[in-house]
């Protein structure tokens, strides 16, 4: 089964308010990916994360990878309403198949404006 | 035009029919990926492949079958479908070679099944 934990499920926020999720394992990771999907669409990679402590932005979206590497979190600065979407977090078990991904359960994001 | 294409992308069927998905790639990758996504499970992988001559089984394999036809195209079989396989059923590319030789992942926009 799945064997990553992303929190929270879901959020209800305000635009222009600052949005924080992430995802936990009890396996270390040595890839981690963040990825948004919209309404009637696959997800889109937002970033990927590679080394243990590494932080990377991409426009308003920063993540990180946790430094006991069975972590990473994304951060969402100064949200707008095309920020909604279901976000998911993606990892590669160190030691896994080649190519897997396991991903989390997903955060609903609302965005009011 | 879109890298990773999928056909059809709704489709509604009866208990016991047989279906294929189809996914179509431009982007030259030798990886692809079957996924199936409910609601509040997120994304669960079904079947991969590295080329066209290798085919794995992922999470949850049961009741689907694939094939690797060419390096960019890979289907999806439900023998015999059942309510319980209604779900959006993606496909994915991904190339070791490129993106940093990590493996992420590129996905279609979806195939919506209904098995009524």
């Known amino acids: 089964g799945q064997q990553l934990n992303q929190s929270p499920q879901s959020m209800f926020i305000q635009e222009g308010e600052d949005v924080s999720m992430n995802c936990t394992s009890s396996?270390?990771?040595?890839?981690w990916l963040w990825y948004k999907q919209d309404p009637g669409e696959g997800p889109v990679l937002l970033i990927a994360?590679?080394?243990?402590?590494e932080l990377t932005s991409n426009g308003r979206l920063t993540a990180q990878f946790g430094i006991t590497r069975k972590d990473s979190f994304l951060n969402i600065s100064a949200s707008i309403p095309s920020d909604v979407g279901i976000y998911f977090c993606?990892?590669?078990?160190?030691?896994?198949?080649?190519?897997?991904?396991?991903f989390g359960k997903g955060t609903k994001l609302s965005v009011k404006p | 035009d879109a890298d990773v294409t999928q056909t059809p992308r709704n489709r509604i069927t009866k208990t016991g029919k047989r279906i294929m998905l189809e996914c179509s790639q431009t982007?030259?990758?030798?990886?692809m990926y079957w996924y199936r996504q409910d609601p509040g499970l997120g994304l669960r992988l079904i079947y991969y492949?590295?080329?066209?001559?290798?085919?794995n089984k992922g999470e949850i394999s049961d009741g689907y079958s694939v094939s690797r036809q060419a390096q960019a195209k890979f289907s999806l079989s439900l023998e015999s479908a059942i309510p319980n396989q209604t779900a959006l059923y993606f496909c994915?590319?991904?190339?070791?070679?490129?993106?940093?030789?990590?493996?992420?992942?590129?996905f279609g926009p979806g195939t919506r099944l209904t098995v009524l």
């Open positions: 993606a990892g590669r078990k160190y030691g896994g198949s080649q190519g897997n991904l396991i």
């Open positions: 396996s270390i990771f040595n890839t």
């Open positions: 994360l590679y080394k243990a402590g």
């Open positions: 994915a590319t991904s190339d070791p070679l490129t993106a940093g030789g990590n493996n992420e992942q590129f």
């Open positions: 492949s590295f080329d066209v001559k290798d085919i």
């Open positions: 982007k030259g990758h030798d990886r």
